[in-house]
């Protein structure tokens, strides 16, 4: 039942933009994150080199703007995913240092980049690589 | 049909004004990525999180855009600065499915 | 310039050693009455053990509610008491059904109370009978597994052990491999990100990573089916229920660590 009411908001979704959230879906390349030349001064992540599962893969960021500078939002990007943009947090309060974890949903082996646009409009961004790792048996449960 | 979708929200930190703690929400929220097909071959309609508001006090302090590169059941944890008086911190979500939820937990300073 | 011999065996030899081993340095342990915990890697093992990031604590939070919940009938609490009161109850499923001669596990038990307290429409996969399966797990933690033939009822409970205990014994599916071949045999080694653990019962219910859901013992054991390429039993099938009484009398005595997380 809830299946068909999603379908038809689904369908109805140009008229109904407003009331239905839609994610706008943001697809960029690893390509183009390399062409950006992002600084990554300021950016730790902690994010596993071998993953067991794509299913849920922990990333841990601590993020400290360049001085005198504010993060105003922070995208994570997974290029090699259908949907390249996993995450975007907007800071309402700008900070200096904004630290947060969470958990990611990989297609494949990649890098994860967390980027962070700073007060000034500028950007800077670093990457991290992960292998995950399949599982050995088929599961059709 | 509403079921109820569990979400904890919790503190870890020494809970007085001006200090930085971490606070840590997750959310049983199946993240379903509209790419998985069902055992009579149809695709299972896309369902993420799409929109979360996290508010200090009534006040908008974070927004976040999930999407598919989500795991299900997001778990996220963010720093909150505590106010001199305390107060609580509230979690709000909005899914494609038009479901909303939140969560909320007080901010109870220690003596 | 001709390739040194030693340097390309030392190179290889050097990525083979990369290959096979994944994560911890230490082997794997290989005893055969150890809990699934044994066999999780650091990362997983500290994430079942961090209440507020886990997720299997959403389950547990929706069964504690669930409990005391009294919207469709009576409440599990009006009849059971606290949960607590009912911790020697997983330890000892599966049972024989009190009518006939079916095995019943304990999700079949919720499932059936739940049709007598109003919620008609649970099944045992159900998010709520996960929830609650969870909380009675959980009470249970530190209890043996204790599953004995009913008083009266030797026989039928026998024929059904006897007949999990050929089906833990007998190749199947396309790849042709009995339960024994890897959790009696094999344990501790390793197939691409799994470690193949002795198959002891005391875990569940799991929060296996792939599923990104808890779920049963029955679920994991239809996954196993599905492993060999065999045709999976259906839900509910005697075969299953014979199979988990063969493994929780073969694991008898090990104490219950569930609700846990799985890769």
């Not at chain 3, 507020?52 to 929706?62: A, E, F, H, M």
């Not at chain 3, 911790?87 to 499923?93: I, L, P, Q, Y």
């Amino acid at each position: 039942m809830l299946a068909r009411r999603a379908c038809l908001a689904l369908a109805a979704a140009p008229f109904l933009a407003p009331l239905v959230a839609q994610a706008e879906v943001i697809n960029v390349s690893a390509a183009e994150l390399v062409a950006m030349h992002l600084k990554a001064d300021g950016i730790t992540l902690d994010f596993p080199s071998l993953a067991d599962t794509g299913a849920s893969v922990p990333l841990g960021a601590d993020i400290v703007a360049p001085a005198g500078q504010k993060i105003e939002s922070i995208e994570v990007f997974l290029p090699a995913n259908p949907n390249t943009r996993a995450l975007k947090l907007k800071l309402a309060e700008p900070l200096a240092h904004f630290v947060f974890t969470t958990r990611l949903r990989l297609a494949g082996s990649q890098d994860v980049w967390v980027v962070a646009t700073l007060s000034d409009g500028s950007r800077i961004g670093a990457r991290a690589p992960t292998v995950v790792t399949s599982s050995a048996c088929f599961d059709a449960s | 049909m509403a079921t109820n979708i569990p979400s904890r929200l919790t503190f870890a930190g020494a809970i007085r004004p001006g200090n930085t703690i971490e606070a840590r929400w997750i959310v049983g929220h199946p993240m379903e990525t509209g790419f998985r097909i069902d055992d009579a071959g149809q695709r299972i309609l896309r369902n993420v999180i799409t929109q979360v508001r996290v508010l200090l006090n009534g006040k908008l302090i974070l927004e976040l855009e999930p999407g598919t590169g989500m795991s299900a059941n997001p778990y996220l944890t963010f720093p909150v600065t505590v106010p001199l008086t305390g107060g609580s911190v509230r979690v709000e979500w909005l899914d494609d499915a038009g479901q909303r939820g939140s969560v909320q937990q007080l901010l109870l300073l220690e003596p | 310039m001709r390739p040194n011999p030693r340097g390309i065996g030392i190179r290889l030899g050097l990525l083979a050693a990369l290959l096979c081993g994944a994560a911890p340095a230490a082997p794997w342990p290989d005893n055969t009455k150890l809990s699934g915990n044994a066999f999780l890697p650091p990362g997983l093992l500290k994430l079942q053990g961090d209440v507020n990031n886990s997720p299997i604590t959403l389950w547990l939070d929706k069964g504690r509610a669930l409990w005391t919940d009294s919207s469709t009938g009576p409440s599990c609490q009006n009849c059971h008491g606290p949960a607590e009161s009912l911790k020697k109850s997983a330890a000892s499923f599966p049972r024989l059904a009190a009518k006939g001669q079916s095995l019943i596990d304990l999700e079949d038990q919720i499932v059936t109370c739940s049709a007598r307290t109003g919620r008609l429409n649970a099944r045992a996969e159900d998010d709520e009978v996960l929830a609650l399966s969870a909380v009675l797990h959980e009470a249970a933690r530190g209890q043996p597994i204790d599953v004995q033939a009913p008083p009266g009822q030797a026989a039928p409970w026998q024929a059904h052990l006897s007949h999990g205990a050929q089906l833990f014994t007998t190749r199947r599916g396309r790849i042709n491999l009995a339960c024994v071949h890897c959790h009696e045999q094999n344990v501790g080694r390793q197939m691409r990100a799994d470690v193949v653990s002795p198959g002891n019962p005391t875990g569940f219910p799991i929060y296996r990573m792939s599923w990104q859901r808890l779920g049963t013992l029955e679920r994991r054991l239809r996954a196993c089916y599905s492993g060999v390429q065999a045709v999976l039993p259906a839900v509910g099938a005697p075969d299953l229920r014979d199979l988990e009484l063969y493994l929780k009398v073969r694991a008898n005595g090990m104490p219950l660590d569930g609700p846990s997380i799985r890769r």
